[in-house]
Structures are given as C-alpha cells and as structure tokens.
C-alpha cells in the first residue's frame, strides 16, 4: 500500500468539507424558518445561498485536482447538526430561540472557518493555486457570516431569565 500524502489528506478533507457544506445548506434553511427576528432570518437564507456557491467553487477544486467531486460524511457536522436539532427542540419557541440558533450557526461556522483555512494552507503547499482563490473566496465568505450573527447577537434585546 502506498504512503499517504498531503495531496491524499486534501483529497479527503475536501470530501469532508462538501459533505458539511450540503449538510449546512440544509441547517440554515431550517433556521432560517425557525427563526423570529427578521434580520435573523434574513441573514440564514442569504448564507444558505451563498453555501450553495460555496459548493458549486468546491466542484472546481475536485476538478482542479483531477477528483470527481462526492463528499464523505463529516462526523463533526453531523454532531454540529444533531446538536442544533435538540437546541431547537428545547428552545426554538422561547425568548432564547434566536439566541440558540445563533450559537448554533456560529458553531456550524466556525467548523468551516477552520477546515477552510486548512485547506488553503495544503492548496499553497501542495501548488493549486487555482484552488486556493476558490477557497480563500469562501474563507472570506464565512468569516463575514460569523462577524454578521455576532452583530445581530449583540443588537438583539436580552430574552428575561426565568425565576428561579
């Protein structure tokens, strides 16, 4: 069996990262009908747009590579999601639901904020230059999207603490 190589980890970590995009179109499309706050909702289905892009540039990066693009499932989105799921199932009609959904996403966020900057890193090392302005355009995408939701997070008024 050969060795495996920093192209072989890119490979699969790219397979990794277009499982949790499609995964995370389906998440955002969901909060965004969960949530109440306009600006909220808003923000989750302009992102689930952009997510949609953010695939379709991922297809590139299969095809700069020479790879068919197929996603392999991404445990730590899956765990991500279900998480969301029991959030919105405990919170989604009280005053704290837009808070949650929120800490949801940015979690969803933040998971691609790292895999994306990976990826980056191996695309420069590995030479796929072509790739890496596809993937520092969605870099940059999901960073915009974290600073956005911390902004409404901020802006939105403090749901009351229930008596003890």
């Known amino acids: 069996m050969a060795a495996k190589t920093l192209a072989d980890a890119f490979h699969e970590t790219l397979k990794d990262v277009y499982y949790a995009e499609k995964s995370s179109v389906r998440a955002l499309k969901k909060s965004a009908r969960a949530a109440r706050a306009p600006e909220l909702k808003q923000a989750f289905e302009r992102h689930a747009e952009e997510s949609a892009e953010q695939i379709e540039r991922l297809t590139r990066v299969f095809e700069i590579i020479g790879k068919s693009p197929r996603g392999k499932t991404c445990e730590a989105m899956q765990g991500l999601t279900a998480e969301m799921e029991e959030d919105l199932e405990d919170f989604g009609d009280t005053e704290a639901g837009d808070d949650v ?4 996403a940015q979690a969803i966020e933040h998971y691609e904020i790292a895999r994306y900057g990976l990826l980056k890193s191996w695309a420069t090392k590995l030479g796929y230059a ?24 901020e802006d939105m008024p403090t749901a009351k603490a229930a008596a003890a």
């Open 101 to 104: 959904l929120i800490g949801c």
């Open 130 to 153: 072509d790739a890496v302005g596809l993937i520092e355009e969605t870099l940059a995408e999901e960073k915009r999207t974290d600073e956005l939701l911390t902004r409404i997070a």
